[in-house]
């Protein structure tokens, strides 16, 4: 028999933080003739749960104070235990009783009572005890049809397994009648929502926002009416802090195996351009990202002061060139301000905006006149109006009103003979700043080889394969330059903005700085087809036109290949860890379209505030001031929408991808199979997951009919950086 399954996404997040309860009683009191508190009282920082070092004393006296023998003492408490509930005076009046602290963390207090007599109160301020587990669900859900839905908290455990505070509540939709019991001590954080739908549901935002050493959690016990379910437990982790968190999980043989969804019979054949499978060099772009920031940050005071004062070059204004004309440049891509390696190029195109050069030692058979007028002419339609609006206008420090493109071999020569890989072009943000010769101000350092100018450097076609025997036929150079320069262009104004215009001390962070260029690629690709952004994109839509197909193979596929690397293994990539690599470039890129669909308003505005930060601000403290205080969250319910999102039928907005029907494209760009595989639950022996900073790990297992499944996790090692987070997503 077949069982449906459910998901479960663990990861990593800061997210909610585990409030404390405040316990309180009151009693009643009578005596002989006078009640005195002798010891006992304000006990300096007791933890909950524990028994007080020193009992609480009292004394009864007659009405002259000499202390009375054998009279009754009755104590109370509403918060923990005492050691008796009445005592009896001894021969000094006094009478004793051990106290042992309830669970509320706040506080807590005591009673000492004689007949006839006020009572007196014993107080003391309980503080939360070492964090050893966290329970998600400790008694059982019924799931009794389409339509129900609960909620469950959680509760902190410390060492001694009492609750901090916490409550569990679950209700049927429609329907007052609780299913489940409770817990009456209390609870404000961590509530998860689930609901069953058609053929799935979520339980998500199970947020633990508390440093553990162990954190525990048990499945309800589910009743379906059909014949199983199938769950997806989804862990997730993030502290910003670059950590790992390592867990286990045993489930002691309540729950059975499901089968991976990972392999979805394709409704069409084609696969998005062929010849684009040829992916661009990671190790190039985070290489020269990594190197601009190390050798170019210490001279952009220098920059500024030389701009500021008009000095040099800054003052001068740079004729734009006739065609024909010949120019030198500087393409050495491997240093900054050294070892200049100069090629001659001819000015073939002169548009509104661009400067098309070529140079002059490029292989034959390339690109004509009439191919460099159309790049020329695609940077002033397209590529300039699209990241110009979204992220701001670029400086002209050469005061020339245009962008050189400059088509070079020296690009060619980046790329080794037979690799997997290619570079497409680059932008060097040397060429920002003025040379030392010639910035003008004393004591002012600045770039000696920099051709001080807004410019790229472009892939060149090498039929024959004449630079490091790797052909490049002028149909692919084609398909990737113009998405090169909507990528190039948005560092292009990221770097000379945070250089002159924002007043920034550094460049942007590179994961940021990356996502923002695919970014660019993708709203180049709304552009050129027509569509714009949230409405549901498949690759059926995309295949039905096919200007829109040759859109989406321009600017789209490239960003969906990359976000395929980051769903082949997301418990060890992020969107947010600082580097260049593919998976995080496809990670980032998919948040950011994600969080601008999710935070409505102007895209332009949000991509705007992201490129133009204040100073002092850039990354993660960038994204949640233009973005969403609340990254963590973010980012986890993304997690969750890269599973269900046009699979899992009847989610909140949250849980899906707005623009794009991911599952039907990711599925074309990866030859036919779904690339997000989930793992298993061993039934009988213990799973472990490791998940990073803002990482997911996704689990499947099923419930045989009319049992009880559940489980427990456990996280292993020291304590655990805050961030925990557990959603269950019933998937049949």
């Known amino acids: 028999m077949r069982f449906p399954g459910w998901l479960l996404l663990i990861g990593c997040c800061a997210v909610v933080s585990l409030t404390i309860a405040c316990g309180d009683s009151s009693g009643p009191g009578i005596a002989p003739a006078t009640i005195v508190l002798v010891s006992g009282d304000a006990q300096a920082t007791p933890e909950v749960g524990t028994k007080l070092p020193l009992p609480l004393t009292i004394r009864v006296a007659d009405a002259q104070g000499k202390g009375l023998s054998g009279v009754t003492v009755n104590w109370s408490t509403a918060s923990g235990t005492l050691s008796a509930s009445s005592s009896v005076t001894d021969d ?72 901090r505070h ?18 009456n001590d209390g609870s404000r954080d961590g509530r998860v929502d689930l609901e069953n739908r058609h053929r799935g549901g979520t339980a998500t935002a199970m947020r633990i926002g508390l440093s553990v050493i162990q954190s525990q959690c048990r499945t309800g016990r589910v009743f379906p009416r059909s014949n199983g379910f199938g769950i997806l437990r989804a862990p997730y982790y993030s502290d910003f802090n670059g950590s790992l968190l390592r867990i286990s999980i045993s489930t002691g043989n309540t729950t059975t195996g499901v089968t991976s969804n990972r392999v979805i019979a394709p409704s069409f054949q084609r696969v998005a351009a062929t010849g684009l499978q040829l992916s661009q ?33 800054f003052s001068m204004s740079v004729a734009v060139p006739a065609v024909g004309d010949m120019v030198r ?10 070892n200049p390696n100069m090629r001659d190029g001819r000015v073939v195109a002169i548009t509104n905006r661009a400067i098309v050069v070529a140079d002059t030692a490029n292989p034959a058979n390339g690109f004509t006149t009439a191919d460099f007028q159309s790049f020329g002419a695609a940077f002033d339609t397209l590529v300039f109006p699209v990241d110009s609006i979204n992220f701001g206008a670029p400086t002209d420090i050469d005061k020339n009103q245009h962008v050189i493109l400059f088509f070079t071999r020296a690009v060619n020569e980046l790329t080794p003979p037979n690799v997997g890989f290619y570079v497409g072009g680059f932008f060097f943000s040397r060429d920002l700043f003025p040379t030392t010769q010639s910035n003008g101000v004393s004591g002012v350092s600045g770039c000696a080889t920099s051709n001080f100018a807004e410019m790229f450097y472009l892939l060149v076609p090498d039929p024959d394969g004449v630079v490091n025997q790797n052909a490049r036929t002028i149909d ?146 960038n994204i949640t001031r233009a973005v969403t205080p609340d990254l963590a969250g973010w980012v986890r319910d993304w997690t969750i929408a890269n599973y269900a999102d046009d699979f899992v039928p009847g989610l909140p907005a949250v849980y899906t991808h707005l623009s794009w029907n991911i599952r039907s494209i990711v599925e074309v760009v990866n030859q036919g199979m779904w690339a997000l595989d989930t793992s298993p639950v061993d039934s009988t022996n213990i799973t472990s997951v490791s998940i990073g900073d803002g990482s997911a790990a996704y689990l499947r297992f099923g419930i045989r009919p009319s049992t009880v499944g559940g489980g427990r996790i456990i996280a292993r090692g020291s304590t655990v950086p805050p961030g925990f987070t557990l959603s269950v997503l019933r998937t049949k």
């Open 281 to 313: 060099s990671e190790e190039f772009e985070l290489a020269l990202r990594e190197r601009s920031i190390a050798e170019l940050t210490p001279l952009i005071p220098g920059a500024r002061m030389a701009k500021q004062q008009g000095a040099g070059r």
């Open 476 to 621: 692919f150079v084609k398909s990737v330059t113009v998405a090169t320069l909507a990528h190039e262009f948005q560092h292009l104004i990221n770097a000379s903005r945070h250089l002159y215009v924002n007043g920034s001390a550094a460049f942007e962070d590179t994961f940021l700085d990356e996502g923002l260029a695919h970014e660019a690629e993708e709203l180049a690709f709304y552009r050129s087809s027509g569509l714009t952004p949230r409405q549901n994109l498949s690759y059926q839509t995309i295949q039905a036109s096919p200007s829109i197909q040759v859109a989406f193979d321009n600017f789209g596929a490239a960003n969906f290949r990359r976000f395929r690397e980051y769903l082949t293994n997301p418990g060890n990539n992020s969107p947010y860890v600082n580097n260049g690599f593919i998976p995080t470039r496809g990670a980032i890129w998919s948040f950011l379209r994600y969080a601008a669909d999710r935070r409505g308003g102007s895209e332009s505005q949000m991509w705007f505030q992201l490129a133009n930060p204040p100073t002092g601000v850039h990354g993660i403290s």
């Open 329 to 338: 440049f500087n393409t050495n891509a491997n240093s900054a301000c050294s």
């Open 166 to 183: 916490g409550r569990q509540f679950w209700k049927r939709r429609g329907s007052d009648r609780p299913r489940v019991g409770q817990d």
């Open 92 to 163: 000094n009046g006094t009478a004793t009783v051990e106290w042992t602290l309830g669970n509320s963390a706040g506080s807590q207090s005591a009673r000492a009572s004689v007949v006839g007599l006020k009572s007196v109160t014993f107080n003391v301020i309980a503080v939360a005890g070492q964090l050893a587990q966290i329970i998600l669900s400790r008694d059982t859900v019924e799931l009794l049809g389409i339509g129900d839905s609960f909620r469950l908290t959680a509760r902190a455990g410390v060492e001694r397994h009492h609750d």
